[in-house]
T-cell receptor, first 113, second 116 residues
Framework: GAGVSQSPRYKVAKRGQDVALRCDPI?????LFWYQQALGQGPEFLTY????????KSGLPSDRFFAERPEGSVSTLKIQRTQQEDSAVYLC???????????FGEGSWLTVV | AQSVTQLGSHVSVSEGALVLLRCNYS??????LFWYVQYPNQGLQLLLK??????LVKGINGFEAEFKKSETSFHLTKPSAHMSDAAEYFC??????????????FGKGITLSVRP
């Protein structure tokens, strides 16, 4: 596709429910990032993939958060047993290697009620 | 460790007036610095980036920023504001341009309003 595509765009989950957020990066992009943006805040880094390898997951806030990119293309961010504090916009971004521009998707807006 | 400080959460200017959005950074290594813009319900779009070449960086839509190491600043300016510039602006820093080092640390963002 022309840009980074994320789905669903909007998700309302009941507290305790599991959710899965999908990211389709730009074709051929090696690097993939997930960020979490709470209301009124800047995005915060969650995790980084180079192809299928998850090289940095230092930003994942708890073991309820899990991300994968099994074939080095599409990535899924999974949140188990959602809590109200998980309500945020989850942004996916991708780039080619070697210092190219990082392109962001429009985000998946998660509201936990 | 890196951090970005964007003082204030909201700036309002008149159409045609100078835009100045402030950004100060902290980094233990030579930084790479970025300004992103976010329009409502859209993703982040790169305005410009500093990658240790020229200290005055020109970006899209008439914006520019100057890297001042002595002041640890990377303020964003535009000589004449346009109504279409109304958006949220984020300053960000990274330790590198490749791999995991290219992960971005963002400031809290500044909302720019433009008055007719």
């Amino acid at each position: 596709g022309a840009g980074v595509s994320q789905s669903p765009r909007y998700k309302v989950a009941k507290r305790g429910q599991d959710v899965a957020l999908r990211c389709d990066p730009i074709s051929g992009h090696v690097s993939l990032f997930w960020y979490q943006q709470a209301l009124g805040q800047g995005p915060e880094f969650l995790t980084y993939f180079q192809n299928e390898a998850q090289l940095d997951k230092s930003g994942l806030p708890s073991d309820r958060f899990f991300a994968e990119r099994p074939e080095g293309s599409v990535s899924t961010l999974k949140i188990q047993r959602t809590q109200q504090e998980d309500s945020a916009v989850y942004l996916c971004a991708s780039s080619l290697a070697l210092g190219n521009t990082i392109y962001f998707g429009e985000g998946s807006w998660l509201t936990v009620v | 460790a890196q951090s970005v400080t964007q003082l204030g959460s909201h700036v309002s200017v008149s159409e045609g007036a100078l835009v100045l959005l402030r950004c100060n950074y902290s980094s233990s290594v030579p930084p790479y610095l970025f300004w992103y813009v976010q329009y409502p319900n859209q993703g982040l779009q790169l305005l410009l980036k500093y990658t240790s070449a020229a200290t005055l960086v020109k970006g899209i839509n008439g914006f520019e920023a100057e890297f001042k190491k002595s002041e640890t600043s990377f303020h964003l300016t535009k000589p004449s504001a346009h109504m279409s510039d109304a958006a949220e602006y984020f300053c960000a820093v990274s330790e590198g341009l490749t791999g995991a080092n290219s992960k971005l640390t963002f400031g809290k963002g500044i909302t720019l309003s433009v008055r007719p």
